[in-house]
């Protein structure tokens, strides 16, 4: 064998990696192009949502017995706060809907049943657009 027909061969062994390596390389961009364009254009992104927040201000007085619950601030237009009450260790609990920052509620018995010298638990859930997210869970003992 001449050193002609080694080069030859030689270079006609390298000339199939390289297509083969081309070929390869452009169809895994493809695959993650079209993957990439699908997801913005079925909107994929959009789906995703944040948890609705809001502020809410809880002032547990054990010498009135009282619990005061205030709607401080809230993340989007329209969020509403439902307020709800639970003497720990019974079925008794009362709750309220809050709709506008600086409206409050004043806890001084829950269903009829006085709060004195009971631990109550307050939990805060703030709903906006279909989405709810607990804010507030607390136990006041009074």
Do not use: C, W
């Amino acid at each position: 064998m001449t050193l002609k027909e080694k080069f030859n061969e030689f270079r006609s062994e390298t000339r199939l990696v390289s297509p083969v390596i081309g070929v390869i390389l452009m169809v895994a961009i493809t695959v993650i192009l079209a993957a990439v364009i699908g997801t913005f254009v079925m909107g994929l992104g959009d789906s995703v949502q944040s948890n609705v927040q809001a502020g809410v201000s809880v002032d547990a007085n054990a010498q009135d017995d009282t619990i005061d619950v205030t709607f401080t601030s809230e993340q989007q237009e329209g969020t509403n706060l439902n307020v709800s009450a639970t003497i720990v260790g019974t079925s008794t609990d009362e709750s309220d809907d809050l709709d506008s920052i600086g409206q409050s509620r004043t806890f001084t018995d829950v269903d009829g049943t006085s709060i004195d010298g009971e631990s109550v638990k307050v939990v805060v859930t703030a709903e906006a657009d279909g989405r709810s997210t607990v804010i507030y869970s607390e136990t006041h003992d009074l």
